[in-house]
């Protein structure tokens, strides 16, 4: 049962976990997964990462923590599902260094919090971003495994001048929606409507865990969301 | 530190279902008041654990573990429980047990700055509920010795589940394995905790 290799430190200073061997029982398969350097501790073969309910998952004094999922299905959760009322407590998921990998969707609700974080993405181009100390990741993941996870209704919200966020709307079945980038919990898209159209707008969303909201729209206001305000 | 004295210590293994559970659960099944604060701090660990496993818990035979109702465990990389003079004055301030499970802790190949791991490893669960502790470590121990107090901790296992204001805390390193199929979860809920804190280690020169 034991699947990991290390490969020899080479001098000095941290251990160094440079590649880490899977061995998947099911398809016998061998992936070879690069790790990160200083990464001593780190989760991997999971499929579900959950951290909700006032949970903490925190590697303390700048240390470098990895989770890494399954990118065809796996998931991480920060936060609860059923925070939009605000009851629930908040849930964090911190690190010095914090990468998350090969995940089919992450979300993060408005009581979770996860940073910083150097993302990289399941497949394709390479992606990283590293911020400071007690911000939000940011980073580009691509548009596919963001979609499936944003599948759910697209609510919208009425900005209200001065104040982030709004009021929350109903449901908008005409409206398409791209990912471009995503932050945690945050993404900006481009958007058009079932009329037809091109990508034309950009607006700011939440994933709360109940849809994909948008809640920040350019300052041009768009007719169709206009006339889907209540 | 009298308020770390637990009810009881109850550990039972169960060779027909492989469940191998430590609780603090009284006698009549009274439920222990949760741990105190004080306890969890690293440097309290050795005296107010109430159950130390001792060596590595192999996959052999052990599906899942569970640590429940208050029950403080610490791995054999926690600090070493101080010697009490058995007197009426100072009679020994904890009830504790000590598990003796399989070899002792893995060593480890010269690849990894930690010359020991702890490898806590079971096919199907291992679960703190209950205001439940486990404690790795030795946060007081020198950084450039290689002891058990050094050693990083694996847990192996489909499903790793800190639940009802329990915790995980770790000094130094930990990796968390969910096994070949890796279609297992990691779950932190219910204003429990998952704490890793790293181990300062000095540079070794001319490796």
Redesign the interface.
């Known amino acids: 049962?034991?699947?990991?290799l290390?490969?020899?430190?080479t001098?000095?200073?941290?251990?160094r976990y440079d590649h880490l061997l899977?061995?998947?029982?099911?398809n016998s398969n061998l992936r070879r997964y690069t790790m990160p350097v200083d990464a001593?501790?780190?989760?991997?073969?999971?499929?579900?990462?959950?951290?909700?309910?006032?949970?903490?998952?925190?590697?303390?004094?700048g240390?470098a923590?990895s989770i890494t999922g399954?990118a065809d299905q796996g998931s991480l959760t920060v936060g609860d599902a059923a925070a939009a009322g605000g009851s629930a407590?908040n849930?964090l998921l911190a690190a010095g260094q914090l990468v998350i990998d090969r995940f089919a969707s992450i979300a993060v609700s408005r009581n979770g919090r996860a940073s910083p974080a150097t993302c990289h993405v399941p497949t394709g181009r390479p992606s990283t971003c590293r911020v400071p100390t007690g911000r939000p990741c940011t980073c580009h993941v691509p548009t596919g495994p963001i979609q499936r996870h944003h599948t759910g209704p697209v609510r919208r919200r009425r900005r209200v001048p001065g104040r982030p966020g709004g009021v929350l709307s109903r449901r908008l079945p005409g409206l398409h929606l791209r990912i471009r980038s995503v932050k945690w919990g945050e993404a900006w898209v481009t958007y058009k409507h079932a009329a037809g159209g091109g990508w034309v707008h950009y607006g700011q969303t939440v994933s709360d865990g109940q849809g994909l909201t948008i809640i920040h729209f350019p300052a041009q206001p768009d007719p169709f969301l206009t006339q889907n305000i209540p | 530190m009298d308020k770390c004295k637990p009810l009881a210590v109850g550990t039972v293994l169960n060779t027909a279902s492989g469940t191998l559970t430590i609780s603090n659960r009284g006698p009549a099944g009274t439920t222990a008041p949760p741990v105190p604060p004080a306890c969890l701090d690293p440097a309290a660990w050795g005296a107010c654990a109430t159950t130390h496993l001792m060596g590595a818990l192999p996959l052999r035979g052990i599906s899942s573990l569970l640590i429940t109702a208050a029950a403080v465990v610490c791995t054999d990389a926690c600090p070493t429980p101080p010697v009490y003079q058995e007197d009426a004055l100072n009679p020994k301030p904890f009830a504790s047990n000590s598990i003796s499970i399989g070899a002792s802790a893995a060593s480890t190949t010269s690849s990894s700055s930690y010359s020991r791991i702890v490898h806590l490893e079971v096919s199907d669960a291992i679960t703190l509920t209950g205001s439940a502790h486990l404690l790795h470590g030795n946060s007081a121990s020198t950084s450039g010795r290689r002891t058990a107090a050094t050693a990083a901790l694996w847990l192996v296992a489909p499903t790793l589940s800190i639940t009802d204001r329990s915790s995980l805390v770790v000094v130094g390193a930990m990796s968390v394995d969910g096994g070949p199929t890796a279609r297992g979860s990691v779950v932190v809920e219910g204003s429990s905790s998952l704490k890793i804190i790293p181990k300062v280690r000095r540079c070794r020169l001319n490796r």
């Open positions: 049962m034991k699947s990991k290390k490969a020899p430190v001098k000095c200073l941290n251990l899977s061995i998947f029982a099911s001593a501790s780190y989760v991997f073969n999971v499929e579900t990462v959950q951290v909700s309910g006032g949970g903490l998952l925190s590697m303390w004094s240390g923590l399954r407590d849930s």
